[in-house]
């Protein structure tokens, strides 16, 4: 919301030149949609899921996640998987990394209006039992008091935690740093549902572009199939264009197409933010530390969140 008004209307340009919007994913089609215009031409996108060290489930004999687990089986995995200096998930209060346990016990993060309301007892509730995670079942370590939001991928590419929430992008980073087998898994089925959210990117044209043809012309090359083969197949990204998706496919873990294609088509939301998003991600991380180690009821302390969100 911040920046959709900045980019004209592609609307008008789109009929025009008869471009082809259903050749990309209508899930990334509606995030970057402002004031019922699409704004941008998706690039790429993705859902935020699990990734998980297939060789600690193994040599703990877990059973590897399966497309369709459940919450329980997740902390039951986890369980397992914690002993010694090894965890079984690595949590962390940030938005992203949170949100998809939310969504899936039916919490939601903004009001009807569209702004962020976090003192409603379904989100209270579902914060309150992610950090659980950590105080109470002990899967995940105690935090310490900062706002690197890596710290949660560091512990799970140093091997020291069996599971940790990323997105696809993250594939590609994976596979050049860690020392292990990796996979993907769906989030776990909540009370609701698996429900996760999705991010990612794309290319709009400025309000301030006189030649809006040309503009048209440059963002259209940038998102275009040869575009979009050449980002999938250097696995960089997961391109926004379904039928390019393939060529990702093909340098993924085995097993991803099954994750990515039953977590987009089951359950996912556009990760919708408000003009005050950068300040709520660093209350929420302040606040929502102490949360995680036990030390502040989830309710206290998202009211002081909420309290403190310019409007």
Do not use: C
Not at 109 to 121: A, K, M, R
Not at 131 to 148: G, R
Not at 216 to 223: D, Q
């Amino acid at each position: 919301p911040q920046f959709g008004s900045a980019f004209q209307p592609l609307d008008p340009l789109v009929k025009a030149q008869n471009f082809d919007l259903n050749a990309f994913d209508p899930t990334i089609l509606a995030a970057l949609t402002f004031d019922s215009s699409l704004r941008a031409l998706p690039y790429d996108f993705g859902p935020y899921i699990i990734f998980y060290n297939k060789d600690l489930f193994k040599r703990d004999n877990v059973q590897e996640p399966k497309v369709d687990w459940t919450y329980d089986e997740f902390l039951d995995a986890s369980k397992k998987l914690t002993h010694g200096n090894q965890y079984g998930f690595a949590a962390f209060p940030y938005p992203d990394f949170f949100f998809p346990f939310a969504l899936s016990n039916g919490a939601t993060y903004l009001n009807g209006q569209g702004e962020i309301d976090v003192v409603n007892p379904a989100f209270v509730k579902a914060f309150e039992a992610y950090a659980e995670l950590v105080y109470k079942h002990h899967i995940a370590p105690t935090l310490p008091a900062t706002q690197d939001a890596g710290t949660a991928w560091s512990l799970w590419t140093a091997g020291n935690a069996a599971m940790v929430v990323s997105g696809p992008w993250d594939v590609v980073n994976a596979k050049s740093s860690v020392k292990f087998d990796f996979g993907l898994a769906t989030v776990p089925k909540g009370s609701k549902a698996s429900i996760t959210i999705v991010g990612g990117s794309g290319f709009g044209i400025s309000t301030s572009v006189k030649d809006q043809n040309l503009a048209f012309k440059a963002i259209t090359a940038l998102t275009s199939e040869e575009a979009e083969e050449r980002l999938a197949s250097a696995g960089r990204a997961f391109p926004a264009r379904k039928a390019q998706q393939t060529f990702w496919f093909k340098n993924a873990p085995a097993g991803s197409e099954e994750v990515l294609n039953r977590t987009l088509n089951g359950g996912v939301v556009p990760f919708k933010t408000t003009a005050n998003w950068q300040q709520f991600n660093l209350l929420i991380v302040q606040y929502g530390i102490p949360v995680m180690n036990g030390q502040t009821p989830a309710a206290t302390a998202l009211k002081q969140v909420q309290a403190q969100l310019s409007p």
